[in-house]
């Protein structure tokens, strides 16, 4: 029965770390989105592809 406990507070911990991590790394993603728009006035992810301009 100890062991059951022990088991069950393991993933409750695991799983609340996980979902932790999760929510960091979108908050951070977010943040450094919010940040390159306030920069450079474009979205990151709507920029035009720049390597067929890069020379050899």
């Not at 799983?15 to 991590?21: A, C, K, R, Y």
């Amino acid at each position: 029965m100890k062991n059951w406990k022990l088991m069950q507070g393991i993933k409750t911990g695991f799983s609340l770390v996980s979902i932790n991590l999760v929510l960091a790394f979108l908050n951070l993603k977010a943040v450094s989105l919010g940040f390159y728009y306030s920069q450079i006035k474009k979205l990151f992810y709507t920029r035009k592809n720049t390597t067929s301009q890069v020379r050899e």
